[in-house]
Nanobody, 125 residues
Framework: QVQLVESGGGLVQAGDSLRLSCAAS?????????MGWFRQAPGKERVFVGG????????LGADSVKGRFTISRDNAKKTMYLQMESLKPEDTAVYHC?????????????????WGQGTQVTVSS
């Protein structure tokens, strides 16, 4: 079993910053797992934001987050982070973290075995 718990969401204004955390636990979790962030806006599909390998190599998703979002992880703490800068109203979504029992970062939802419940991020204009 693997448990993933996101935290750090909230209501912010456009231009603000926010850092999300995803803490992993459970007897079968391995630090070698690839970790990913997804987001789901109201009425829309869940989309890949980005992910990170155990060695820190990052894959980002949509061009809209490149240059604004940074992903990192602390393997000793079994925690992944999503640092979001210059937030925009269109970043409003529920942000989910996920873990995949593989080294490389998957970009498809179906390739992740474990999911967190999500944390709400709301950006007001």
């Amino acid at each position: 079993q693997v448990q993933l718990v996101e935290s750090g969401g909230g209501l912010v204004q456009a231009g603000d910053s926010l850092r999300l955390s995803c803490a992993a636990s459970g007897p079968t979790y391995r630090i070698t797992y690839a970790m990913g962030w997804f987001r789901q806006a109201p009425g829309k599909e869940r989309v890949f934001v980005g992910g990170i390998r155990v060695d820190g190599d990052v894959t980002l998703g949509a061009d809209s987050v490149k240059g604004r979002f940074t992903i990192s992880r602390d393997n000793a703490k079994k925690t992944m982070y999503l640092q979001m800068e210059s937030l925009k109203p269109e970043d409003t979504a529920v942000y989910h973290c996920a873990a995949a029992a593989r080294i490389g970062v998957p970009t498809e939802i179906s390739e992740y075995e474990y999911w967190g419940q999500g944390t709400q991020v709301t950006v007001s204009s």
